[in-house]
């Protein structure tokens, strides 16, 4: 063997009872697991895994690394988390396919999100391009959804309006091209222009080709707040109609509107489940969202794309519809729910020199309206908006997944970024005992491969690739606070990709090890 891993309590990855064992890794794959005595020849390397636990690697089913992972090869805030795969391709809103117009009005419009790649060469323009330079080696593995808004921007720019037949084949086209070159399925933003403009006929067509190829439809729905489950229930309506396998992208119940209705969505969920339905979902531990302060915005006001955003922005009578629409009536951008300003921090700028706003609430929309002009629409924000109730309720769904949605730009972004998955353990399996375990590792590692159709990954099984995670459970703790949310997390002392450490003793190693996973033929 490469590497035995001794003494390891094992926790497979099913739900099933952990066990101890020795498990050893050669060329990459889990070669044996021995729970009777050590294995035969030993290894070239071992390593005492007496007291820690071992998992498979932790899938990030909802990531904004798509930049990162090509600007920053450290990449700790996953790696450290024990993360060994991130879906990329969010809410709608990435990098391919593209054209050169495109390409930069998505850079300008996700900048909260992911920085605008500067000193970046973004060369490709296709799904397969993109996969090709991840390939060229990252910190962690990676897989990546078709983005609908990127590819109806594309197709017809940032208007509001139905598509045309001819711009229909084209979308259609387009997402299966990305389909074709690795794509695990679409990803909407219906909150975020352009994306929110395409009607469910439009979204249904195009998640008839996302199933024709295995894929599945992973939708940021249209409302977390006013109509929620509305919301939900139109995505669960096209996806049958579509015959396409469902993932509700951070399925959470936000806003006054929705403290404690959590069992009314799961009651929804589960009612399509025994009728048939194919449907998973992913959640982050905490309670507050984390989006761009542009994304609050009515959609209207968006049409044309990021220019034309801010020319509105600039104009006092279009910024006072604005300003209505958000304080008064509750603009989609903002869930259908009126703005509470107190609700709203600012967690991150594009330009350095307004930096005196970060970790400060917004006072109204006059400050709201001047930071987005001054920062070119650059302003990430947290929402203190989620109710622990629901995030507990639904954590313990069956079919329930993790996903950080991990936005890393500004100077304090979401504690979720850096925290997620320990928090899951440390919190929610130690201190609350909301989940066991093997539960919530299966959450974190079997059902979401399940879920991506990967033959090979996400259990501690012989001739599984060792894309591992070590951690003591009596310890494992998310570092991150919102007072200090780049601190690492505690008690996982070592991950591996392909048997090769990316984490080493709670320290980095210079291992790139991370490649793109491309959709499975049927």
Known sequence: MDLVLRGALVVDGTGGPSYTADVGVHEGRIAEIARSGPIAGGGRETVDAAGLALAPGFVDMHAHSDLALLQDPDHSAKAAQGVTLE??????????????????????????????GAGLDLDWRTVGGYLDRLDEGVAVNAAYLVPQGTVRAYAL??????????????????????????????????????????G????????RVVARYGGYYCPHHR?????????YAEMVGLAREAGCALHLAHATMNFAENEGRAGELLALLDAALAGGADISLDTYPYT??????????????????????????????????????MEVTGADGCHGVPVDWSSIEVSGVRDPALGGHVGRRLDGWESARRLLLDDRLGTAVLQHVGHEDNVRAIMRHPAHTGGSDGILQGAKPHPRAYGTFPHYLGRYVR???????????????????????????GLVREGYRADLVLFDPLTVAAGSTYEAPRVLPHGIPHVLIDGRFVMRDGRRTDVLAGRSVRRQPR
């Open 157 to 198: 720019g940032w208007d509001d309006r139905p598509a045309t037949a001819a711009e229909l084949d084209r979308m259609r086209q387009l997402v299966a091209e990305g389909l074709e070159q690795g794509a695990v399925g679409m990803s909407s933003g219906l909150t975020y222009t352009p994306g929110m403009y395409a």
């Open 288 to 325: 507050p969202g984390c989006t761009t302060l542009a994304a609050l915005l009515p959609s209207w006001a968006g049409e044309g794309g990021p220019q034309a955003l801010l020319a509105r922005l600039a104009d006092p009578a279009a910024a006072e519809r604005i300003r209505v629409a």
């Open 223 to 231: 409302s977390y707040g006013r109509g929620a489950l509305a919301a």
């Open 200 to 207: 469910d006929a439009e979204l249904t067509e195009l998640c």
């Open 87 to 116: 879906v990329l391709g969010q809410d709608g809103l990435s990098y391919a396919p593209a054209d050169e117009r495109t390409l930069g009005e998505v850079r300008a419009a996700i900048a909260g999100w992911n920085g605008d």
């Open 431 to 457: 201190e609350l005992g909301v989940l066991s375990l093997e539960e919530c590792v299966a959450h974190l590692t079997g059902r979401p491969a399940a879920r991506l159709r990967l033959p090979d990954r």
